[in-house]
């Protein structure tokens, strides 16, 4: 009984330890299947409290973060210079999961409509006994299929935090590694930080925005995805229509016409989208 109170007792402080705790993984991308040579990668940040965590990019999590500040200081008018201020980061999403069940949503934008989507799919892990050093951990493999693809991960129980990068938790341990059987999408743990004694974990949802939150299941995210991809540019024809005046700049600060722009726009993102056919969700396009 005695080995058992210190085995649980070294857990609870491994646990408080984690808490408030950031964990830094390396994500590196491949979203065009036909440019496999050209990988990307981002920062992402993977923030443990007890109530939860957050997942976001490093670098969108900051553009966004002044943009809020300087939309907050002129709350009169909408002007978008597009040549003053240029998001960073390829990653626009970010991913909450609220312990103790694990309950997941995950937060993004479709033109100008920003959505809480509804995680109920479960990744059902089978864990093999092969083990690997990776990084400063000793790691043990898992193998699961989610989102349209097949998964290898490490975990480790040197952290017992049943969490990991995106959406993926439920091992015992955190996930330190993981990456699909293409290749194309891949989180690796380079390090970790403790958050400052007054961090407070605050969800998406709460913070001040707009437009009113749509929170919505899977299968209508699908849909709604499905039609951004075929029309990107619908909100925006929308806003047009309906007369409303969205000013638009270059990087000269010259004003553009709002038609022109748009049509100049929707090219753009049509293009875009064409190469994004490789997302890490494959089950979203397919």
């Known amino acids: 009984m005695k080995k058992v109170i210190i085995l649980f007792s070294l857990i609870m402080a491994v646990m408080a330890n984690a808490q408030n705790q950031r964990f830094i993984y390396e994500y590196k991308f491949i979203t065009d299947s036909t440019a496999r040579d050209k990988q990307e990668t981002e920062t992402m ?37 597009l040549g003053n201020f240029k998001f960073k980061g390829k990653i626009r999403y970010n991913i909450e999961k609220m312990y103790p069940d694990y ?65 993926f938790y439920g091992l015992p341990g955190l996930i330190v590694k993981v990456e699909d059987n293409t290749h194309s999408h891949s989180f690796e743990l380079k390090g970790s930080k403790k958050l400052s004694s007054g961090y407070e974990w605050k969800s998406t949802k709460d913070k001040e925005r707009y437009n009113p939150l749509v929170t919505i299941n899977e299968a209508k995210f699908k849909k709604a995805l499905t039609d951004y991809r075929l029309d990107p540019m619908k909100s925006q024809k929308q806003m047009l229509a309906e007369g409303t005046i969205v000013e638009m700049r270059d990087s000269s600060g010259k004003v553009l016409d709002p038609v022109k722009a748009s049509r100049d726009q929707e090219t753009k993102a049509k293009a875009n989208i064409k190469r994004q056919n490789n997302i890490l969700e494959l089950d979203l396009i397919k």
């Open 45 to 81: 940040y993977l923030e443990v409290a007890s109530k939860g965590s957050k997942f976001y990019s490093k670098d969108y999590f900051q553009s966004d973060s002044t943009m809020q500040t300087m939309v907050a200081k002129d709350t009169q008018s909408l002007n978008i210079n």
């Open 103 to 167: 309950s997941t949503n995950f937060f993004t934008t479709l033109g100008s409509d920003e959505y809480q989507v509804q995680e109920n799919r479960k990744q059902n892990w089978k864990i093999l006994p092969e083990k690997e050093k990776i990084g400063e951990f000793n790691a043990q493999k898992a193998v699961c299929d989610f989102a349209g693809r097949k998964w290898t991960a490490w975990f480790t129980t040197d952290l017992p935090i049943q969490d990991g990068p995106y959406k």
